[in-house]
């Protein structure tokens, strides 16, 4: 099964902010909170990090697909999770 990441840099305002609306819209959409989300800091794992193709943060994969990069608003979030659950509901 692949795995959903969200590359981020702790004091990245973008990525700050991506945080809050996650957690807004897990609240508004709790069939969000069935997904699993591998928070992966860049600095701590920058194999992994320079393993892939992106520069700006944050950045959502869902494997080896990318579904996101750079700054983004609450509604990229949502749709994000929403491609997220659409590859996961496509694997089962």
Request: aromatic share 16%; proline share 3%.
């Amino acid at each position: 099964m692949s795995k959903f990441k969200l590359f981020y840099l702790q004091f990245c305002p973008y990525c700050q902010e991506v945080f809050r609306w996650i957690e807004e819209l897990k609240e508004q959409y709790p069939e969000l909170n069935s997904i699993d989300l591998e928070l992966i800091n860049e600095r701590e794992h920058e194999e992994l990090s320079n393993s892939l193709d992106y520069y700006y943060v944050p950045t959502f994969y869902y494997g080896d697909e990318k579904l996101h990069e750079g700054a983004a608003t609450k509604e990229g979030v949502l749709s994000v999770f929403q491609q997220a659950m659409d590859r996961q509901s496509q694997e089962h």
